[in-house]
Structures are given as structure tokens and as C-alpha cells.
């Protein structure tokens, strides 16, 4: 029966429902397993980093600033938005719609919590030496 | 959380990222680059026209016009010439905003008081009193909406009171007309200097593949 068989994978997750006590926490297994996922992304930790710079920013300025696409950028705004990371305003300027993005109070201590964990990590990494 | 990648052009490190933007916001209210030469250039002939002319119409309405030319010139360049890549509004600290706040108290509950006296002591019967009232009651708004740094604060409230002075009639005292087109002179370079850290900000954004917009 192969790893991927459904009743084995039915049978394991059965288990561990049973006994989540028993359990390790993804923490304890390794630190870089409670990374946040959200805040780990490459696009969204850059989305993150700007808007912790500033008050507010638009649209135009998060494009320019991360490099991203626009398509990229507003598909990694929505999900930070869903995790209540930055907040969202509609806005016209003149008659043109805008769009302008500020972290959250939440988004701000997840960054800072991620680049604690990032940096307690980045202490435990010993390259061997064939690779230095 | 050194360096990020994103399979596109932004690569740079995430303290790059945070500082860039600082920067650039920070163009939206406390550095105004050219703004500065502006007041500068402004400060200088406000007060060497009342040097040379002393007061007058002419003077009175010239020194209003180039201090509200200077109000307004900075924020159209904030706007037009710092903001290429899109609006970005500084975040303050808590330090910044006490400063503001400080600064604007402090000039708001002096004019207020100025105002008692004008009003109670019957000054409004003469023209010259409803000069003075008028810069009581508009120069706590405009340091409150439009000067954000102390040099701005100082400057805008010496310009606007030499106009006030000017309008009523009368001459400043020579402490006045001396002090004031020196630190009008400091703010050129200052501002020369702030607008050449936004030219290299500027091509930083343009490299990043931004846009103007």
C-alpha cells in the first residue's frame, strides 16, 4: 500500500485526531515551521515591508515599489487583506478610481513577529563546509 | 530576513524596501526638496522689499501674494514633482506628531490671546485691528495644515506676521527683517540637498521598473 493510498492517509489522519496531545507542535518539530505562510511569501513579505514604511500608498507606488505585476500585486493584496494584514480603501481622485493600502496594526506585529523568527532561524543555519 | 526574491525585478533586501519607501513618503510632508529653495528664495524678498520699500499697499499686497505663493508652490511640487510613482503618505512618529502638535499649541493659544487683546481692548475700531485678528485667527490653521517641519514653522509664521505687520501700516524692527532672511537663506541648501536625495531615490524606483504616473 503506497503513502499515497487514501485509506492509509485516512487511517493516519484518523490517528492523529485521536491523539492530539501527543502531538508536536509545528514549533517544536522545527522553528521555521511556525513561519507564517502568509508573511513568508516573497511578493507578500515585499507588499508588507513597504506599507510598514509609510502611513498609506497607492496603487501606482506598491507597483512601482516591488516590482511586481499588476496582476501579481493585487492577488497578493487580497490575500493579505483576508488574513487582515493590510486594509483595502476605494477612493476617487478627482474622477479616477484609486486604490491606496495601509498595513494593520496586525499586519505590523506579524511582520515583526516573522522577522524575529527569520532571524532566530538564520542562527541555527551552519552551511557545511564544501558549500562555503 | 535579509534578501527576497519574487521571480520579477524585486530583489533587494527588506530593510532597502522599508527605507525607500520612508524616504519617498517622507517627501509627502516633512522634506519638501524645492519647496524649501522656494521659501528660501520667498523669505529673502519679503524681507528685502520691506528693508528697501518699508510699508505700503504695494508691499502689503506683493509680501501676502509671495507668502502664499510659497504655501501653495510647495505643495503643487510635493504633488507634481515628488510624487512620480504614485501617492505615498509618511507615517509619523509619536515623537513627529507631539512636535506638530507642540508647535501648533503652543503659536495657537498665543494668537488666541493676542485676539482677546485685540478684541478687548477695542483695537477693532481702526483698520490695523482687524489686520492683526485676521492673522490670529488664520495663522494657527495654516501652521496646523501646512507647516510640518520647525524651519517651515518658523519661517511661515515670521513671513505671515511681517505681512500682517506690512498691511497694518507699520515697519518690523530691524531683529525681525535681519534674523529672518537668514534662516530663509538656510533652507536653500537644505532644500537643494533633500532635492538631490529624491533625483537618486527617483532613479532607485526608475531601476525597481517603476513607472511615473
Not at chain 1, 23 to 37: G, K, Q, S, V
Not at chain 2, 87 to 116: C, D, P, Q, Y
Request: a neutral charge; charged letters at 15%; aromatic letters at 8%.
Amino acid at each position: 500500500m503506497s503513502a499515497s493510498d487514501p485509506t492509509e492517509a485516512d487511517a493516519i489522519e484518523e490517528a492523529d485526531e485521536q491523539e492530539p496531545a501527543e502531538r508536536n507542535t509545528d514549533a517544536e518539530i522545527h522553528p521555521a515551521m511556525a513561519l507564517d505562510r502568509v508573511v513568508h511569501e516573497p511578493a507578500r513579505l515585499a507588499i508588507l515591508a513597504v506599507l510598514s514604511g509609510a502611513e498609506e500608498v497607492d496603487f501606482a507606488f506598491l507597483l512601482a515599489a516591488t516590482g511586481l505585476t499588476k496582476g501579481n500585486l493585487s492577488r497578493q493584496t487580497s490575500k493579505l487583506e483576508e488574513a487582515g494584514y493590510i486594509a483595502i480603501r476605494k477612493y476617487f481622485r478627482g474622477k479616477i478610481p484609486a486604490t491606496a493600502y495601509r498595513i494593520t496594526p496586525t499586519g505590523r506585529a506579524a511582520l515583526a513577529r516573522y522577522a524575529g523568527q527569520i532571524a532566530a532561524i538564520g542562527h541555527h543555519i551552519q552551511p557545511s563546509p564544501e558549500d562555503v | 530576513m535579509q534578501t527576497m526574491t519574487n521571480g520579477s525585478q524585486a530583489s533587494a533586501p527588506i530593510s532597502e524596501l522599508q527605507q525607500m519607501t520612508r524616504d519617498y513618503a517622507s517627501f509627502a510632508r516633512s522634506r519638501a526638496g524645492l519647496g524649501n529653495v522656494l521659501g528660501g528664495i520667498v523669505g529673502v524678498l519679503v524681507f528685502g522689499m520691506i528693508w528697501l520699500f518699508g510699508h505700503g499697499v504695494a508691499v502689503a499686497i506683493t509680501a501676502i501674494a509671495l507668502t502664499f505663493a510659497w504655501i501653495l508652490g510647495r505643495d503643487i511640487l510635493r504633488r507634481w514633482l515628488y510624487q512620480p510613482f504614485g501617492v505615498a503618505r509618511e507615517r509619523w512618529s509619536g515623537k513627529e506628531r507631539n512636535t506638530h502638535l507642540a508647535m501648533t499649541g503652543i503659536f495657537t493659544v498665543a494668537l488666541l490671546a493676542f485676539a482677546v487683546v485685540i478684541v478687548a481692548g477695542g483695537w477693532l475700531a481702526k483698520p490695523v485691528g482687524w489686520v492683526y485678528l485676521v492673522f490670529c485667527l488664520v495663522t494657527p490653521v495654516i501652521a496646523w495644515r501646512a507647516f510640518f517641519t520647525v524651519p517651515e514653522m518658523v519661517l511661515g509664521f515670521d513671513l505671515l506676521f511681517m505681512c500682517a505687520i506690512v498691511a497694518s501700516g507699520h515697519t518690523p524692527d530691524l531683529l525681525g527683517l535681519l534674523a529672518a532672511p537668514a534662516f530663509a537663506l538656510a533652507m536653500i541648501p537644505v532644500g537643494l540637498q533633500e532635492h538631490q536625495q529624491f533625483q537618486t531615490l527617483k532613479r532607485r524606483l526608475q531601476m525597481r521598473g517603476g513607472a511615473t504616473a
